[in-house]
């Protein structure tokens, strides 16, 4: 038989078979319509079978049961698609392809242009495209189904979103009116053909439709993404104000509503704010225990839940306020920052221990409720490794530690926003000072109040800071019961090197501007370190030498209770005096190698250790010697 003689077949694809869907009939290699009034009398599946019969074309209808096709004309188009919108049922061309999408809301063919450059068209009620299986009649090609997939569903706004660029203008601010009104209902009302009144509704979720923005109730505050930051910036509700006022202007003289111009008074804004407060609101957006990102200047560094990492772009979804100034480069490096200031100042392991710290400081989230402090003599690296923190967190999200104001009245506001408190070369007792309590809350997780000075009202502050710590004295702690809960929260670094040879002025700075993004990649690496500390043994892992540096700072801050524990004992027919306890206390202190506590500790301490331990109170009464009385306690003497 002669090749010519064989009968083409046309065969609908099964994902255009659906009852909903409409056909027209286009002639042999045609992409016309063969009948006038073909958009309002569509033919169904079983209808148009006979048709392609004959071997001819046909067309898919736009608008039955919701479907749309983008008929990209120019590789650009179709790359658009491909990468922003769902894989979908598509069709090759001969000069690009058809996606098919379920829209529900698309209702008009829309031309996509850039500038005067045509790059094709979104298909929809009133217009129709080539099915596939027909033939083109330039080409003489088949149109050919090349994704043979569902077709997806889609938004409006996720083809508006994505192809913005290529849609008119007005089409996509008609379509946002279109959506507001179904939702809040006209943007005012007539009386006639007269304005009579605002919907106040209307206009809020107009604002927020046209911004990526928020409200934090607990804040009391708006804030607005940035995507050039990947930010969100809190934005004043007076500037928010001014925008709606002048999107109220901008309507009322496109549409000529004068009424509209004259409702842009502070009372009618005051009133949408309030409506916009209730539809931005997002409680707790900026809690860190629910983000795990650190955000950097060039993208950021995303881990998931098996706490593997991620570089990508800037996205709303992070919900990120704090950012790093520095950009991530993979393959930096920082060898005079560890060879030059944080080998030569302490041991591997301690080295290890900061750079674990970092990476929780680049988090700004302190996973494991734990305070780090860099202990020892003056000019050993410390204040410069301090500053490496500070500028590779970033300044903005660092606030000074005034380790005695912590329980001022308006301190605590001071760290709102913050993720790291540094406290520089702080005095060795002030672990022991009053309000120390409030460092524990600050980093374990509790939530505090604060208060802004000259404000009425109260703000939320979790406590899940990173706290950096330098100090050059013997440091003592504060001990009231809670021995326990100090040794979860401490983290020592003790700096006993030999001081470095020469001096760098400004190394820190140095350091930063050459080896920031190597410095980055090693705290990212201490916050990997972290993650699987937390994985296998719940807390930050600490060497034993480590844990014995915690130890013996709270053995000796607490050093009277065990030297009553050890050298005072019960005894019916004795008693001991303030002054033997403290002339004893003096000689045991020096055999563990600790300092002993000052003369005025004592006399405040040794009371209620006394009665706690062996259920004796002071006495002035005691009989010595002498004819004088003496202060001290019945029924204990020393062993």
């Not at 001819?56 to 039955?64: K, M, Q």
């Not at 804040?219 to 006022?245: A, M, N, P």
């Not at 600490?542 to 801050?557: F, I, P, R």
Request: hydrophobic residues 35%.
């Amino acid at each position: 038989m002669d090749t010519a003689e064989i009968k083409r077949i046309v065969v609908i694809p099964l994902q255009l078979q659906g009852s909903n869907f409409g056909f027209v009939k286009l002639p042999k290699k045609s992409k016309k319509p063969f009948e006038n009034e073909w958009q309002n009398n569509p033919y169904t599946y079983v209808e148009i079978l006979a048709w392609v019969e004959q071997e001819h074309n046909y067309g898919v209808l736009g608008g039955c049961g919701d479907l749309i096709a983008i008929d990209a004309d120019t590789e650009e188009m179709s790359s658009v698609v491909r990468d922003s919108l769902p894989a979908t049922f598509t069709v090759k061309t001969s000069s690009g392809f058809h996606y098919y999408y379920i829209c529900q809301d698309i209702k008009k063919k829309i031309v996509l242009m850039k500038g005067q450059e045509h790059y094709g068209e979104i298909i929809s009620t009133g217009s129709q495209v080539v099915g596939p299986g027909s033939i083109h009649p330039d080409s003489g090609r088949t149109y050919e189904v090349v994704d043979d997939v569902e077709i997806a569903k889609v938004s409006q706004e996720e083809i508006f979103s994505n192809l913005a660029e290529y849609i008119p203008a007005e089409i996509i601010e008609k379509a946002a009116f279109n959506e507001l009104t179904r939702e809040y209902g006209e943007p005012y009302y007539l009386k006639g053909e007269k304005f009579s009144d605002i919907n106040e509704s209307f206009w809020a979720g107009l604002h927020n439709k046209e911004n990526v923005q928020l409200y934090e109730p607990a804040e009391k505050s708006f804030y607005r993404y940035d995507d050039s930051t990947g930010l969100y910036r809190e934005i004043s509700i007076d500037v928010i104000k001014q925008e709606i006022s002048r999107r109220m202007l901008e309507v009322s003289r496109e549409k000529r509503i004068s009424g509209l111009e004259m409702k842009r008074n502070n009372v009618v804004l005051t009133n949408i704010i309030a409506q916009l407060k209730g539809i931005s609101e997002k409680s707790d957006a900026f809690n860190r225990d629910n983000i795990r990102v650190v955000h950097l200047a060039n993208g950021v560094i995303k881990f998931n839940a098996d706490d593997e990492a991620d570089f990508v772009s800037f996205s709303p979804e992070f919900y990120s306020r704090n950012q790093s100034p520095i950009s991530f480069d993979e393959s930096a490096e920082c060898p005079r920052f560890l060879n030059e200031l944080l080998y030569p100042a302490t041991t591997r392991d301690d080295a290890v221990l900061i750079q674990k710290y970092a990476g929780l400081c680049l988090l700004g989230n302190n996973l494991v409720q734990r305070l780090l402090i860099l202990d020892g003599k003056a000019g050993r690296g410390k204040s410069t490794i301090s500053l490496v923190f500070q500028k590779l967190v970033g300044q903005e999200n660092v606030t000074e530690l005034r380790t005695n104001q912590l329980t001022g009245r308006f301190e605590l506001h001071r760290y709102l926003k913050k993720t790291l408190l540094v406290g520089a070369d702080v005095p060795g007792d002030f672990l022991s000072k009053k309000g120390v309590y409030v460092l524990k809350a600050l980093v374990g997780g509790d939530m505090l109040d604060t208060e802004q000075k000259g404000g009425t009202d109260s703000f939320p502050l979790q406590g899940n800071l990173c706290i950096l710590m330098t100090s050059n004295s013997r440091l003592q702690v504060k001990l009231d019961g809670d021995v326990d809960a100090w040794r979860r929260r401490l983290a020592i670094v003790r700096f006993e090197g030999p001081a470095p040879k020469k001096k760098i002025p400004k190394f820190a700075n140095w350091l930063i501007e050459y080896e920031g993004s190597g410095i980055l990649n090693w705290g990212l690496q201490g916050l990997e370190m972290v993650f699987e500390d937390i994985r296998s043994y719940g807390d930050i892992q600490l060497t034993d030498a480590q844990s014995g540096v915690v130890g013996a700072l709270l053995a000796e801050s607490d050093s009277l209770r065990h030297f009553l524990k050890d050298c005072v004992v019960k005894d019916e027919n004795n008693d001991l005096s303030v002054s033997e306890i403290k002339e004893a206390y003096a000689e045991y202190c020096p055999k563990k190698k600790w300092n002993p506590k000052p003369v005025t500790i004592i006399e405040k301490e040794v009371e209620g250790l006394m009665l706690e331990l062996f259920q004796t109170t002071k006495s002035n009464s005691l009989c010595r010697h002498s004819s004088r009385s003496v202060r001290g306690f019945r029924r204990v003497r020393l062993k």
